[in-house]
């Protein structure tokens, strides 16, 4: 990433990802393999399958609503908007939509999300 630029993002469209939440992506570009920046939305009750990114940190920044959300050996912490979820690379993690509205956090990978990193740990 050698020149700025301005990302707009008017025409990208939300789509349900496997772990059981919904995924806006941001910023996720080859042209950038540093970050990448996603919206994430869980519907109230639902909890994302348990799962871990290979080599990959992770940052959830909480917006909206309320949640509990596990991390490594941590034990369930509640979260609430302005909160900041730190998961370091290879470390389980879970998130659950405790409130009656929508959670709505930022999920900022370094490096960035690739499908590859996923791993599902519920199986």
Not at 26 to 41: G, K, P, Y
Not at 101 to 122: G, H, N, Q, V, W
């Amino acid at each position: 990433m050698n020149q700025p630029r301005i990302v707009s993002n008017r025409m990208t469209r939300e789509y349900f990802f496997r772990e059981g939440c919904h995924i806006t992506e941001w910023l996720n570009s080859e042209t950038d393999e540093s970050v990448s920046i996603a919206r994430a939305r869980v519907e109230p009750g639902v909890t994302t399958r348990l799962h871990c990114l290979v080599d990959i940190s992770e940052r959830y920044v909480i917006l909206e609503g309320q949640g509990s959300v596990r991390v490594g050996d941590l034990p369930a912490t509640n979260v609430e908007p302005g909160d900041v979820v730190i998961i370091p690379p290879n470390q389980p993690q879970q998130i659950t939509n405790s409130g009656s509205s929508d959670l709505i956090f930022i999920a900022i990978c370094t490096p960035r999300f690739r499908i590859e990193a996923y791993r599902d740990l519920d199986d």
